[in-house]
């Protein structure tokens, strides 16, 4: 079984905002610039000569690479649509919908993560049904018939673990179990929704029941969400909905494929119960 937050009402890990969480936003930053006839290497010096003289010549011969070398691109990588990619427990054995129903539920706090569509692109698996087989209410918080969600009650979900404001990535941000911090939400799933993902950098806040969607800024978007579905029981991603992951100028493109499976990772979550302005 994987372990549940039991959390009073306060927030039982930070009483105000954790300082070691203040990032500026828009805060130039300055480098100290490298002297050239100092601190570069024997090794790096001839490289650069190298590219000088080769720059001379290729001017001098016609221009055969454009007269200089004046940018090296970096190859663009990506892959070309959606890969087809079962999802594997952290164990490396196929992850079925049975054990995700069994062993998660809203209330887990163990952050589950797997990579989709590229390797550098983590994403949340939650389960936002009440343990049990309960129905949700207000005395017991959760989710049902999410939209997109799989399972016997549409609660199976996955989000981006990438926050859409400035970048932090899991565990920065991070799935917040019910009780976890004391903010509630009034969301089209009910009022005072206390279960929601979290960016501790600054404070974005989002629905996980309801596509991700913004219930605190700085962030303006919401999260993409990651299509799952059911074959022969165990869960396979297919497919993305909503913008592109921050810092990505399409979903597609900026690291290799994930292939033909992703294995689930666990993680513990970093809570800071700061909630940013809304926006
Ligand atoms: S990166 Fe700023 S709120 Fe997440």
Redesign the pocket.
């Known amino acids: 079984m994987n372990p549940v937050l039991d959390c009073p009402a306060a927030c039982p890990f930070v009483e105000a905002r954790n300082p070691a969480f203040d990032f500026p936003v828009g805060q130039l930053r300055r480098v100290a610039a490298v002297d050239p006839e100092g601190d570069v290497d024997e090794t790096k010096r001839n490289v650069l000569k190298l590219l000088a003289v080769a720059g001379i010549v290729g001017a001098g011969a016609g221009g055969l690479v454009g007269g200089t070398l004046q940018y090296v691109q970096p190859p663009v990588v990506g892959i070309s649509s959606y890969p087809v990619t079962q999802l594997l427990d952290v164990d490396g054995t196929a992850l079925t919908v049975d054990k995700v129903q069994n062993e998660y539920n809203v209330r887990t706090g163990e952050l589950y993560l797997f990579n989709y569509p590229l390797r550098n692109e983590p994403n949340f698996l939650l389960n936002l049904a009440p343990p049990d087989g309960d129905q949700p209410s207000a005395s017991n918080p959760g989710a049902w018939n999410v939209p997109y969600g799989i399972g016997d009650h549409g609660s199976i979900v996955a989000y981006s673990a990438i926050?859409q404001?400035?970048?932090?990535p899991a565990p920065a941000?991070a799935y917040y179990p019910p009780g976890t911090c004391s903010q509630t939400f009034n969301t089209p799933n009910m009022a005072s929704q206390p279960f929601y993902i979290h960016?501790s950098?600054?404070?974005?806040t989002y629905d996980p029941a309801n596509s991700a969607n913004n219930l605190t800024g700085?962030?303006v978007l919401p999260l993409p969400q990651v299509l799952l579905k059911i074959v022969d029981g165990n869960i396979f991603a297919y497919g993305e909905l909503g913008p592109p992951v921050n810092g990505h100028l399409n979903t597609l493109q900026g690291d290799y494929g994930v292939g033909s499976t992703s294995q689930l990772a666990s993680e513990g979550p970093v809570i800071a119960c700061f909630f940013?302005p809304t926006s």
């Open positions: 926050c404001h400035l970048g932090c941000i960016c950098c600054h404070g974005s700085p962030a940013g």
